[in-house]
């Protein structure tokens, strides 16, 4: 299971109508809007990296509204490591 985290930058006034259609989308786990220079982050999870550039291209910058997305992926091979360390 491959974990991202999409940072959404919604246009003034519109912040609600995109939060809503955000909670809607499969694979977004937690839609978390914050303060400062984005409205929401958006915790995905899906089989690949592959499906969350898919649901980032056709489901979320679609939204009327989204004006930016950056996305990042978590690093599993970092994590994996990290675990070989701890077991040590």
Do not use: W
Not at 13 to 22: A, D, M, N, P, S
Request: proline share 3%.
């Amino acid at each position: 299971m491959t974990v991202g985290y999409v940072l959404v930058t919604a246009t003034p006034t519109r912040e609600l109508e995109v939060y809503g259609q955000l909670l809607k989308i499969k694979g977004a786990i937690d839609v978390c809007p914050v303060l400062g220079p984005v409205d929401f982050i958006v915790k995905m999870e899906a089989d690949d990296h592959d499906v969350i550039a898919e649901i980032v291209l056709k489901k979320i910058r679609i939204i009327s509204g989204v004006v930016s997305t950056k996305t990042f992926l978590e690093d599993e091979f970092l994590k994996n490591l990290q675990g070989l360390a701890e077991g040590a």
